[in-house]
């Protein structure tokens, strides 16, 4: 079984400044099927995770989809600045 909450963070930490200022919180889905996760940082570094046109988020949640596949769940991930 794949830890996605650690996946993800390792996937984002190298990325930011400041890796301690990120949170990464499991979110209750309406669907048992749907792994849903929030990720708070620094305004900053939610810039950065977005990139340009949405072109790192789009990345990074294209990585994640291939780790939540060995869950046999879909994956959606939210930015969100603290």
């Known amino acids: ?3 996605c909450e650690k996946v993800l963070f390792d996937l984002i ?3 930011v400044d400041d890796s301690s200022s990120i949170s990464i919180r499991e979110m209750e889905s309406l669907n048992d099927n749907e792994l ?5 940082a ?5 810039a950065r995770l ?8 789009m990345a990074i949640r294209s990585a994640m989809s291939v780790a ?6 879909r994956i ?6 603290c």
Not at 68 to 73: C, D, M, P, V
Not at 76 to 81: G, V, Y
């Open 68 to 73: 939540s596949l060995i869950e046999n769940k």
């Open 36 to 40: 849903l996760f929030y990720v708070y």
């Open 76 to 81: 959606s991930i939210k930015f969100e600045s």
């Open 50 to 57: 977005i990139g340009k046109q949405g072109s790192m988020a």
């Open 1 to 3: 079984m794949v830890d």
């Open 13 to 15: 930490a190298p990325i």
């Open 42 to 46: 620094k305004p900053e570094d939610i």
